[in-house]
């Protein structure tokens, strides 16, 4: 079974500044699809950004990129420029072919003016 | 477009009572998912649909929860009996995409937060 790990529960920036969210998963499929959620407090869930395995290249949407490393099974998050609206629970999600996510159990980010 | 939208937002009931949720996904989604998120931890799948059909039931426990989805639209999740540790956050999501067809993000709704006690 497939297992994701957010080694850190809570982590904490200042505004502007760049903070990296860390997630390791482990399988043994080589063709799989990773995601960052962002649950902001007491609002649902939201995509932040995608990552399919298959591609080389880092995706990249707009202050949020991520550093895929599938050798190492690794999936950073890295927020730059960092905004009091980005303070929120973030999850990394591991999913395969068929669907089926397995969660992380999430880092809390406070952004601190 | 309209979002995922789920009834009730909160519920509170004792120990061995029955308990049912409602999730109508996004128009044209495919597949739907129950997610069991106890506090502090992630989303745990329950289950997930495609279409009226059932993918994925493997962390479903049967013996006291059942959930199916109608006509490939609307989907119920039901407890009966309820335990203390079913206090969660029961999310459901919805995705564009039929699994074996490249995988799209998951909508999610805002969740209905049981209370059992």
């Known amino acids: 079974a497939q297992t994701v790990t957010q080694s850190q529960p809570e982590m904490s920036v200042q505004e502007a500044e760049t903070v990296t969210l860390s997630c390791t998963y482990d399988t043994s499929e080589s063709d799989y699809y990773l995601f960052w959620y962002k649950q902001p407090p007491s609002r649902q869930m939201i995509l932040v950004i995608r990552?399919?395995?298959?591609?080389?290249q880092n995706a990249t949407e707009n202050r949020f990129s991520v550093n895929f490393q599938k050798a190492a099974k690794s999936f950073s998050l890295k927020i730059s420029d960092s905004q009091l609206g980005d303070a929120a629970m973030y999850f990394c999600?591991?999913?395969?072919?068929?669907?089926?996510?397995?969660f992380g159990d999430g880092t809390t980010l406070t952004v601190k003016p | 477009e309209a979002g995922v939208a789920q009834s009730p937002r909160y519920k509170i009931i004792e120990k061995r009572q029955s308990v049912a949720f409602w999730c109508n996904p996004i128009?044209?989604?495919?597949?739907l998912y129950w997610y069991q998120q106890i506090l502090g931890q992630g989303p745990k799948l329950l289950i997930q649909?495609?279409?009226?059909?059932?993918?994925?039931d493997s962390q479903l426990p049967k013996d006291r929860f059942s959930a199916e989805r109608l006509k490939g639209v609307d989907s119920t999740l039901k407890i009966q009996p309820a335990k203390l540790e079913d206090s969660a956050v029961y999310l459901c999501?919805?995705?564009?995409?039929?699994?074996?067809?490249?995988?799209?993000?998951?909508?999610f709704g805002p969740g209905t937060r049981l209370t059992v006690l």
């Open positions: 649909f495609q279409n009226n059909g059932v993918v994925d």
């Open positions: 999600a591991y999913t395969t072919n068929a669907g089926k996510s397995t």
């Open positions: 999501a919805s995705s564009r995409s039929p699994p074996g067809t490249g995988v799209n993000e998951q909508f």
């Open positions: 990552q399919e395995a298959y591609k080389q």
């Open positions: 128009s044209g989604h495919a597949t």
